[in-house]
């Protein structure tokens, strides 16, 4: 008998994220990376257009962080870090966020991943009104087309329906409003602008639940799964006065944004807000071992510690502050601070959006996009209208397969080609991402229009 083939074993045994067969008919085989490229089993080469999951900040094949993992896997790589017990990994590491991190969040609890960040902030902010005697701040906001995770809280704050209805019931208490858009966003008031608008719906929102009903509004600071919309100059400003204004606690999500990502530290800096609570994950450890977290304010914290030990913030997780985790994490920092990756995603991020402008001649390209290494191209199916092109047209898969055929890897979302390489990606793999995605997109579409003329 033949020996089955990997993929073969892997159908066989493996339920993937998103599963369906059909989405798995030309699998690649990932076997190695350096740098911004990526190899698959064939031994081809490919532009790690999304660094992974939005997260390989540093890009692959660093050997000082597998040093690291292993140097504390041989001298202590887990124990428990349960009130009454600590690292001096995840000390040295929350004491290094604290400098890195918004002014006012030097406090932080560390979790696996993103999704479970998300559930740390909900409950967080369920746990501080009641602390303050306002039990009934439940509610928890969010948006329109964004992502906080899989697990039943982050899924209903996540604002892509498609991730909804095979689990519904939803968690109650969960609700969103648009997205800040400004390719999209309907502004019905003119008198305002397109941020001050967009914002205002979330005042709407409170008032529309009772403020007294409101826990948090939860906002990445650019969306990325859901296509990477940057919200305009003046939209966090307004949030974040009208979270104070109704006791809202205001929650970042920085799990694709933070460490980099978008040419600062973390996203909320180019809008010049704080929030109270900020989640990270992905590039903290440039994925070479999964971590992530959240970091509360002074005033959050203060909260925290002030309860009766009766009602202490009773959240566990066996992998919180776990050592190995923690030590590649503060050698991955290491890195991005000894090579200016922060820097360099600013500089290399502006020239990668000219580029991209570029592309708003070819045909099917709506809008184009950028902050840092953090972009996307915005395809449609007609550029007056910004009508995306039917979903029988299987745009998603046949723009990811003429990205890949093309050799970058990259991942689209509602007709965005998300673009978010490594922050050590080179100009000229930069320029190569640029070219392959006017190709594309011009076969794509030129495919589609010539069957529906
Ligand atoms: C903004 C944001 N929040 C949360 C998550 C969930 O993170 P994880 O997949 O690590 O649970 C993601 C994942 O893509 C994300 O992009």
């Known amino acids: 008998m033949d020996t ?42 490919y532009i790690d257009g999304l660094s992974g999951l939005w997260n390989v900040n540093v890009g692959h094949g660093r050997q000082e962080l597998a040093d690291a993992a292993r140097q504390q ?9 349960y009130a009454g017990g600590t690292n001096e990994q995840a000390i040295a590491l929350a004491e290094r966020l604290s400098r890195l991190a918004y002014p006012s969040i030097n406090t932080f609890f560390f979790t696996s991943g993103g999704a479970e960040a998300s559930e740390t ?24 087309r964004a992502y906080h995770g899989l697990t039943l809280a982050a899924m209903s704050a996540t604002g892509l329906p498609a991730f909804w209805p095979m689990f519904e ?16 966003f309907v502004n019905t008031t003119p008198d305002v602008s397109l941020g001050v608008a967009a914002a205002n719906a979330l005042e709407d929102a409170i008032l529309r639940e009772g403020p007294e009903t409101v826990a948090a509004f939860i906002a990445e600071p650019i969306q990325g799964a859901g296509g990477v919309i940057i919200p305009p ?19 970042a999500d920085d799990v694709i944004t933070g460490f980099g990502r978008t040419g600062r530290w973390f996203g909320l800096e180019h809008y010049g807000v704080e929030p109270d609570i900020m ?6 450890t440039s994925g070479y071992v999964p971590l992530g977290g959240v970091g509360v304010s002074d005033t959050v914290r203060d909260v925290i510690n002030g309860v009766p030990p009766g009602k202490r913030w009773m959240h566990a997780f066996t992998y919180s502050g776990h050592p190995t985790c923690c030590a590649v994490a503060l050698a991955n920092l290491d890195i991005i601070e000894r090579e200016r990756l922060v820097e360099r995603s600013a500089t290399a991020g502006a020239r990668l959006l000219e580029k991209l402008r570029t592309l708003e001649a070819v045909e099917g390209v709506g809008h184009v996009r950028g902050q840092g290494l953090m972009a996307a ?26 990205m890949l055929e093309r050799g970058v890897y990259t991942r689209v979302a509602m007709d965005c080609i998300c673009i978010a390489p490594p922050l050590v990606t080179t100009d000229a793999q930069l320029d190569q991402i640029v070219d392959t995605v006017r190709d594309a997109v011009t076969q794509v579409v030129g495919s589609l229009s010539a069957h529906h003329p």
């Not at 100059?233 to 929650?251: M, Q, S």
């Open 377 to 402: 191209v915005e395809v449609v199916a007609d550029k007056s209208t910004r009508s995306l092109f039917p979903a029988e047209a299987g745009m998603t898969q046949k723009l990811t397969d003429a």
């Open 169 to 184: 019931p939803r968690t109650p208490g969960f609700l969103h409003i648009a997205a800040p858009d400004p390719y999209r």
């Open 279 to 284: 989640q990270f994950a992905k590039g903290i």
């Open 233 to 251: 100059a003046d939209y966090f400003a307004r949030i974040r006065e009208i979270c104070a204004r109704h006791d809202v606690l205001f929650i």
């Open 4 to 45: 089955p083939s990997p993929l073969d074993v892997d159908r066989a045994h493996l339920i993937h994220p998103l599963h369906h067969p059909s989405a798995h008919a030309g699998t690649r085989v990932w076997v190695s990376g350096r740098g911004a490229v990526i190899t698959d089993s064939t031994g081809r080469d």
């Open 73 to 81: 896997m041989v001298t202590l790589a887990f124990h428990s870090s």
């Open 121 to 144: 902030s909900f409950k967080t902010a369920r746990f501080y009104w009641k602390a303050l005697g306002k039990p009934d701040k439940t509610k928890i906001i969010s948006r329109h």
